[in-house]
């Protein structure tokens, strides 16, 4: 249990409602291979939190980087996108330094969506670090990065010759949940917390005992984050093959039922957010994505392409990404007021009248064994696929990956493909940082109540929760080990046939 000896960001300055309500920036183009690298940036971008904090310039105010820097890149991008009148952007900071944000990236070789996810939010967290590289583990989990993407995830293991029973902590950026035997995202996260038996091949060690033993293995959630990002498995096997099913998903998300302890709240989380897979194969395919704008309204995004939609369409996908972001005591007022209010809102309104709620039990649960393997879509048959495709189709990545448990995955194997591209790339001259000047921090005079209501309310919330950040203690937090583990994964899948959708 070490505490922090720094807090690199107070959990109290983030912001979970829009500050600025408009309509959805535009589209993104696709260098003909780059779809999976689109839909990340627009969910990242319409994460509220997030681009709350980016569209403040706090970072490249402060930030002393030399060189690459996804924070600066990132800042950079969001303003762009949500202050851009342009019918199609090209972020050509991120394709640029996409060596950099992940080296098995390549600009023009199809990646996984998931993967980047997490090579984006590793290089954040390593922009949040900048030099300061002696900080203790517990300090580097009070990043931005980590205050709204980062949760905490207790395993508890019993030996079940002597019921001793050990607990040891890791940080998540994110959650990858096996749908194998799920029809329903909380069937998949039941399933998460479901306890696990593992036999003395597992080769756990009882201290007790002194030897090998059959043990029973739960992981719980034990501190949720702001954002919930949770990744389908949607890689059947090793070869490529897909599980098309349909994973039902709920616009609010209560996490109370998979927690380690009780929490005097319910944890309601609304969906901002979906990544979608097409494709047959998790060798070939199109990304795309839904979002939910600072409008409140959703729209499907898809490379350069942004079209209005309504929640019905959104929630009848073959999710494979899936963002939640954690409901403000505001959002819960205007639900539990508003005709299509959650049971939830109800039930958190007499609660803030006084009653206390004990949280779930948390059953028992395992972290699944997971075979991993990455998926490389097909290029976007929109644009340029067709000569690029007759010179390179057979080297379209067959990234393959072993059979890795969740905790003892090793490195990943890479395949080196084609010369980076980056060369071709045009080196970004608008993308720089933005003047310090032009930040505009203040919300509009509309919105200034409500957002200084929102604050006071969240700030208050956060006393109360009790968001003590020193009693985060992280026994095994290798947070860039963790990050590598969990970089081996499938990708979604979109039921329809995908094919070339132009
Ligand atoms: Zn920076
Ligand atoms: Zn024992």
Known sequence: MTPPQRILFSPEEICMDWQQRQRPGPGLRNLGSTCYINVILQCLTYTPPLANYLLSCEHSQLCFQQGFCMMCIMEAHVRKVLRSSASSIWPKAVIRDLKLIGEEFEPDTAGDAFEFLCCALKAMQRACLGGSSNLDISSQTTTIVHQIFGGLLKSRVTCLRCQAVSDSYKTFLHILLDIKEASSLTAALEDFVTPKQLDGK?????????????ISKRVTVHHVPKVFTVCLERAADHTGKKISTFV??????????YMSDTAAEPLLYSLYAVVVHSGDTCLDGHFFCYTKASNGLW?????????????????????????????SDLKMREMAASSLTPSYAHSFLSECEGSSKQAGSAGPQGLPDRK???CCQRKNAREKAQSRSLQRGNDRCSRFVNSTDYDNSTGRKRKKTSPPGRDHTPQDGTDSKPSKRSCQRAPAPSAAQEQSLQRQREQGRSLRQGYDLRRRFVEITDYHQSAKKRRKHSFGINGQKNQSQN
């Open 372 to 374: 991993t393997l990455t």
């Open 299 to 327: 729209y499907k995004m898809d490379d350069e392409s942004v079209d209005n939609c309504g929640i019905h369409a959104v929630l009848r996908q073959q999710a494979y990404l899936l963002f939640y972001a954690r409901c």
């Open 248 to 257: 039902e998903y709920p616009e609010y998300l209560d996490l109370l039922p």
């Open 202 to 214: 597992s080769c756990f060690k009882c201290s007790k005992c002194e030897k090998k033993v059959t």
